[in-house]
């Protein structure tokens, strides 16, 4: 992984960057001498799996020496209505917020009271999805280029021909719209790709399951799938109708990557690609925030990428019970439920979470929190998703993971 926070095309930012007393680790004197700082998490969209793990991620860092004597952490879910959130995020600033940490349900219409927050003293870090005001700290995955990457590799499986579904995730969200726009870039090069179905899944696996079901019975003759979050389920449609397998390309949730080992699914016809959401973001955003909040990094507001997770059928594998070792990444079906998103940890980004963190926010035994690098990644500007005022680099849809096999 640390090869993936190396200086890359997007750049690395250095200069904005200081870090205090070279990463010494937090003291606990230090914890001691200070109040506990106020932190709030605050999830819109709570209906799946990769959120609770965000969430118990945050806590389980929150409850590991030395943040354990230094934060006081409450969790406020406010749905998918953005004026509920900000209802949230006002009564979290008045309450006298340090930090808040927050998955946003929408990339501008909060930015009026992040603006006032900031102005208040309170930081914010979104993580996955992200927000344009300039004020707010982005942690995400998002300009990585998940939408055009694996839009790519359904191209390549199909050899640049045939009936596709598209399988998108909750609407308004920043995270929804810059996927699909990244995908039909490159579907948009290929005559002979048509989307014959686009539905919302809503990272779901029981609706994206639901609503495939649906869009099958009426396309029966599709020949691949693009998903993001909820592919588990839009697996489990293609499956559960008998017959021809298709390619199909989603996240990583764990039985989507069970699926790709399946030695019926693959001579039925099943291949596709792993890339997508992790939920370590939630944790490197915490980290982030705390790092600033307790000057050991001096960081002005920034958007910062996370390294796009990406494993094709022959990456996959099992993991010997719940350890996360010698790149393992997926889990046996009797530990966590299908939906369950597999990234959850990183060796050098997040080595304080394991699976128990993730699935219940509890620490890990005997860890302490691990400073994070000095360098990290730049993301690139995405006008209305992580930028007001700004403009596309010009190869922006430009592929990192995958290559054309097939010309448009």
Not at 133 to 142: G, H, K, Q, R, T
Not at 143 to 158: D, I, K, M
Not at 213 to 241: C, H, M, S, Y
Not at 252 to 272: A, P, Q, T, V
Request: net charge negative.
């Amino acid at each position: 992984m640390i090869r993936q926070l190396l200086k890359r095309a997007t750049g690395v930012l250095l200069a904005a960057s200081t870090l205090v007393a070279a990463f010494a680790p937090l003291s606990l004197a230090y914890a001691e001498e200070q109040k506990k700082f106020k932190i709030y998490l605050s999830l819109s969209y709570s209906g799946n799996n990769w959120m609770s793990e965000t969430a118990n991620i945050i806590k389980a860092l929150a409850k590991t020496p030395p943040y354990d004597q230094m934060v006081e952490l409450t969790e406020v879910i406010s749905g998918t209505d953005p004026q509920a959130q900000i209802a949230a995020y006002e009564s979290m600033i008045d309450a006298g917020a340090d930090g808040i940490i927050s998955f946003p349900i929408s990339p501008t219409a909060l930015n009026r009271v992040v603006k006032r927050g900031c102005d208040r003293g309170v930081k914010f870090f979104m993580y996955d999805a992200t927000i344009t005001e300039s004020c707010a700290y982005n942690v995400s995955y998002i300009s990585a280029g998940f939408g055009e990457n694996t839009a790519q590799a359904l191209v390549n499986a199909l050899d640049g021909k045939g009936k596709i579904f598209l399988v998108r995730g909750v609407p308004g969200t920043s995270v929804d719209k810059r996927h699909t726009d990244g995908a039909k870039a490159i579907f948009a090069k290929y005559p002979g790709i048509q989307i014959v179905s686009e539905y919302y899944g809503m990272w779901d696996d029981r609706i994206s399951q639901q609503e495939t079901a649906k869009a099958l019975a009426a396309f029966p003759d599709v020949d691949g799938i693009w998903a993001q979050l909820g592919e588990a389920g839009t697996l489990n449609a293609v499956a559960e109708r008998g017959g021809k397998m298709i390619p199909i390309t989603g996240e990583n949730m764990n039985g989507f990557r069970l699926g790709l080992l399946n030695e019926d699914y693959i001579k039925r016809g099943l291949k596709g690609v792993s890339a997508g959401s992790p939920p370590s973001t939630a944790g490197y955003a915490f980290k982030m925030m705390m790092e600033v909040l307790t000057k050991q990094r001096k960081l002005d507001p920034v958007s910062i990428e996370y390294p796009l997770p990406w494993a094709t059928s022959d990456e996959i594998k099992i993991c010997d019970g719940a350890k996360i070792v010698d790149g393992c990444n997926v889990f046996d079906a009797k530990l966590v439920p299908q939906g369950f998103s597999t990234v959850i940890h990183d060796d050098v980004l997040l080595p304080e979470i394991d699976l128990r963190a993730a699935l219940k926010g509890i620490p890990m035994d005997g860890m302490t929190i691990q400073p994070l690098p000095e360098e990290f990644v730049v993301a690139r500007p995405e006008p209305g998703i992580n930028c007001q005022r700004c403009e596309a680099p010009a190869d922006h849809y430009k592929l990192t993971k995958v290559q054309p096999t097939v010309l448009p």
